[in-house]
């Protein structure tokens, strides 16, 4: 994808092109402020980066604060989640609490292993590290109109963030200005969608800032009680990553992922125009927002999908580990007897979350959205007959739930944070399955071997649901099995560390997972900084349009995110610091 090109004529090209299909695109590069940038020389390399403090293209305080009224207010310094933890930020601003202090304690982000909330004492350095250094509190569309309005005319990096689950450091960004949308909370259900498309059943449109769980009360409390596409974790965000990567969840093997349930985008563009997207309006905006990439082709404010009625649902959770077995032979006929039937579990509508590291294999729960136990037993019973004939023990545990709703609140526990892992994933497909199941079996032994976790998600996002023409990659459309691989690191390691660990999940568990999987793909939400390819394992087919669209919604390049549509031309120079562009 590195062909050289002048990026301001094929966009104005593509513009039009765009333009005849997406009507209300109604901005034009005369409405575009041409930015200032920091020129810089690295190693005989020129950049234009975005400005940061020293810089002279830098806004001085008086523009900051001309912008805190025009956002009412809201513009705040950024404070560090740990910083209650610590005396002073940067060593003059004073911000211990030590009941903030216990609450962080929890939570997980990337900042460069500074200003962590555990393990620490107050007298401990604290400070601003990658995490940002504005941040907005948006309450209104306007709020983020005008943040995104100020980035761009600054040429400040601007980071969205909505909950900050994204563990691959997408919602930090050092000496950025962080657009905030976790008070966008407004939820309206509508009990029968009579907007562009098909779809006449019910639908709910989702504010920026609301998270799974909350959304899923909401649902529940609906006449009739209704079901959505979330993920498996409470707190990840709806409207913001996690749709825009695609967005797995239990529901999606029989209805598809969240990208395929959208209806209708409300957003802001990077050259602040409120725009709607969906079928009718912007149409391809709506495709590439599907499921293109986070924090890519605009600032969402909120999104429309399909609801449906909640149904009795049935769940069984499974273990072996160490209680049950010390023998790893016996394990891994377990592991592999339970993992090799994947295409059936997904072919029947259940979705399976397992964990799965040394003798130690946790599936909790498979689930199965409108089965009684009987028919959920009918599915899994050869799996159970195996571990029978094959003497391997293990313990089950059946359930049925009135509501998918309860089964969620019954069964799933809330996740860790992946903070002190380097992570990296594989999506397997039925095709996988039917080459040589047995060699992705020994390519998830060979990643836990290597010391490496493994998240495991069972899920056909193609199975029951109707194609959706969407950026998600086509391969989710034959997907049977995800698995999240993740490699524990210290935050404090040195950088020869942190490199060695990056090696070893990105060319060692990474090419097994690859090399197994040769129909498969990966997923920009929970997947690898250094995956090989990433354009085309992220996007496949796909990737050349949304290439093509960022350079038509986002010429200078507004929003950033890792490997993302587009990103090709950008690079983060100085250790992790300045976002800038190659020239
Ligand atoms: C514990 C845990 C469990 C998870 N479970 C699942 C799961 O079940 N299924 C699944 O598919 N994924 C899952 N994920 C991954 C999740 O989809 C990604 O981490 C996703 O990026 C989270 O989105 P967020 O908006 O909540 O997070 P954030 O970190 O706030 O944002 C993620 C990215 O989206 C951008 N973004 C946020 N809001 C907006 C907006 N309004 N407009 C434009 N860009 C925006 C940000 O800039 C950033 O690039 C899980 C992650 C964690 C940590
Ligand atoms: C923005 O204005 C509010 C209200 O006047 C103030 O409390 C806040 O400190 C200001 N933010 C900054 C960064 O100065
Ligand atoms: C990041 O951490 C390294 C190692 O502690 C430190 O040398 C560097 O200054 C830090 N950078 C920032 C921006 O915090
Ligand atoms: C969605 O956003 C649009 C545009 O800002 C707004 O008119 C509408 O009220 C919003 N709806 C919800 C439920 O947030
Ligand atoms: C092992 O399985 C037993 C029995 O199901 C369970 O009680 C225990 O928590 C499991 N241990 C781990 C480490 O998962
Ligand atoms: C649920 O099961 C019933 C009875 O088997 C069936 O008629 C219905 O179509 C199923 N609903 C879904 C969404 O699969
Ligand atoms: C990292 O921190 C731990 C304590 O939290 C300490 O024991 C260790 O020495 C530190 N390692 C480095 C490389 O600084």
């Given at each position: ?460 996002p193609g199975t029951g649901a109707p194609r959706v023409d969407n950026a998600i990659h086509p391969r989710w459309r034959d997907a049977a099995s995800f698995s999240i691989t993740g490699l ?96």
């Amino acid at each position: 994808m590195l062909i050289p090109f002048s990026f301001l004529s094929l966009s104005t090209h593509l513009l039009t092109l765009v333009n005849a299909q997406d009507p209300d695109l109604s901005f034009t590069h005369a409405d575009v402020t041409a930015s200032k940038s920091s020129l810089i020389t690295r190693n005989g390399r020129r950049y234009a980066c975005k400005c940061y403090p020293g810089d002279s293209c830098y806004p001085k305080p008086t523009t900051w604060s001309q912008f805190n009224q025009t956002v009412g207010g809201n513009l705040q310094l950024a404070i560090p989640p740990g910083a209650p933890c610590f005396d002073f930020l940067d060593g003059t601003i004073p911000t211990y609490n030590e009941a903030q202090c216990t609450e962080v304690q929890a939570n997980c982000f990337w900042t460069n292993d500074t200003c962590v909330p555990i393990g620490v004492s107050p007298t401990d350095t604290c400070t601003r590290g990658y995490y940002g250094d504005y941040l907005v509190l948006a309450r209104t569309r306007a709020h983020v109109k005008a943040t995104v309005d100020f980035a761009r005319k600054n040429n400040v990096r601007l980071v969205i963030r909505n909950t900050g689950h994204d563990f691959m450091g997408r919602s930090t960004g050092f000496g950025s200005l962080i657009l905030n949308t976790h008070s966008l909370k407004d939820v309206t259900f509508h009990k029968k969608w009579t907007g562009p498309g098909q779809w006449r059943g019910g639908a709910v449109t989702i504010g920026a800032g609301v998270q799974g769980r909350e959304l899923l009360r909401q649902a529940n409390q609906q006449s009739p009680p209704q079901a959505i596409v979330t993920g498996e974790c409470p707190t990840v965000g709806f409207a913001g990553g996690y749709i825009q990567g695609g967005g797995h969840g239990p529901l999606a093997s029989i209805y598809g992922l969240a990208a395929d349930q959208v209806l209708s985008f409300e957003v802001v563009t990077s050259s602040g125009v409120y725009l709607t997207a969906n079928a009718q309006r912007n149409p391809s905006l709506f495709w590439a927002l599907k499921g293109g990439g986070p924090s890519t082709f605009a600032a969402i404010l909120n999104v429309t999908v399909k609801t449906f009625p909640d149904l009795p649902s049935s769940s069984v959770v499974l273990r072996i580990n160490s209680t049950h077995t010390s023998d790893p032979e016996v394990f891994w006929k377990g592991v592999n007897a339970f993992h090799e039937l994947s295409t059936r579990y997904v072919e029947n509508g259940l979705f399976v979350y397992y964990e799965l590291g040394e003798l130690r294999l946790n599936v909790r729960p498979f689930v199965a959205p409108n089965m009684t136990s009987a028919q959920l037993d009918a599915v899994v019973r050869p799996l159970f007959d195996k571990l029978d004939a094959q003497g391997i023990p293990y313990d089950r545990e059946d359930n049925h739930f009135p509501s998918f709703f309860d089964l969620y609140l019954g069964i799933f526990d809330d996740e860790g944070s992946f903070a002190q892992m380097i992570t990296g994933g594989r999506i397997f497909t039925k095709s996988d399955f039917r080459r040589d199941a047995a060699a992705i079996n020994s390519a998830q032994r060979f990643a836990v071997e290597q010391g490496s976790f493994i998240i495991g998600h069972i899920v056909g996002p193609g199975t029951g649901a109707p194609r959706v023409d969407n950026a998600i990659h086509p391969r989710w459309r034959d997907a049977a099995s995800f698995s999240i691989t993740g490699l524990g690191i210290a935050g404090n390691a040195s950088l020869t560390e942190k490199a060695r660990v990056q090696n070893l999940v990105t060319n060692v568990v990474g090419k097994a997972l690859r090399d197994a999987s040769p129909k498969g793909a990966a997923y920009v939400n929970e997947g690898d900084l250094e995956e090989p390819n990433w354009q085309s394992e992220y996007w496949g087919l796909n990737y050349p349009r949304l290439f093509a669209l960022k350079k038509v919604y986002d010429p200078l390049g507004v929003f950033y995110a890792r490997t993302t549509p587009g990103t090709e031309d950008w690079e983060v120079i100085d250790v992790g610091t300045k976002l800038c562009r190659k020239l």
